[in-house]
Structures are given as structure tokens and as C-alpha cells.
Nanobody, 133 residues
């Protein structure tokens, strides 16, 4: 059973930065995070959950327009950890942030087309990010 644990959330002033981490474990023998599509999602109070950034097993990366140019997703395969670097944070970025993984294979072309809308197999418990002065 794959387990995902997010960390790094907190309270930050507008314009500030945070780096979220998602540590993954429980992969089947011989498998690492490289075999999975990984995404960061967020849900603000009263709003639907949205996919903000994801990267495929074929190294294709997608970003929501709302975070493009400010957020960067990356993975450290040796540590089985995925990161979300968030810069120039805005009050509207306030939400619970979740990481999720999918083991479905998507070609680079198709992944770029669908964004982060694919179905995930495992989810973390979430970490709160609050942007406020």
C-alpha cells in the first residue's frame, strides 16, 4: 500500500515562499516514484479541489494557469519525494494542499493534453497553506 505524507505547509505573508514535500513509501519491490504520475492538488473552503501541478512517469509537467510561473514541481527519485516550490504566494493560494500518485501510463502527448485531471490511486492527508498578512 502506497503511503504519501505531505509536509511544509504553514502561514506565510503575501509575496513569500514555501516548499511543500510529499514523501512516498510502500511501493512494490523494484518500483520507485519514477514509475508514477505525481500531482499536487488543493482545495480551498467552499471550492472544488483543483489540480495545480503534475508530472508524469514520462517527465511531462503540467501547471494550472493560476500558478504557472510561480510554482515548480520536482521529484527526488532517490528519496522518493516530490516537492512543490511555491513563490510569490497570494492570499488566493490559501488551501489544503494534497499530493497524489497514479500508476497509469500516459504518453507525453496525452498527459500534456489532459493536465492534472486523470484519476489518482493514492492520496496524502494534506497540509494547510495560509497566505495572509
Amino acid at each position: 500500500q502506497v503511503e504519501l505524507v505531505e509536509s511544509g505547509g504553514g502561514l506565510v505573508q503575501p509575496g513569500g515562499s514555501l516548499r511543500l514535500s510529499c514523501a512516498a513509501s510502500g511501493f512494490a519491490s523494484g518500483f520507485t516514484l519514477d514509475y508514477y504520475n505525481i500531482g499536487w492538488y488543493r482545495q480551498a473552503p467552499g471550492k472544488e479541489r483543483e489540480g495545480i501541478s503534475c508530472t508524469s512517469s514520462t517527465q511531462t509537467t503540467n501547471y494550472a494557469d493560476s500558478v504557472k510561473g510561480r510554482f515548480t514541481i520536482s521529484r527526488d527519485s532517490a528519496k522518493n519525494t516530490v516537492y512543490l516550490q511555491m513563490n510569490n504566494l497570494k492570499p488566493e493560494d490559501t488551501a489544503i494542499y494534497y499530493c497524489a500518485v497514479s500508476d497509469t501510463y500516459y504518453s507525453s502527448t496525452y498527459f500534456a493534453k489532459i493536465g492534472c485531471t486523470y484519476e489518482n490511486d493514492y492520496w496524502g492527508q494534506g497540509t494547510q497553506v495560509t497566505v495572509s498578512s
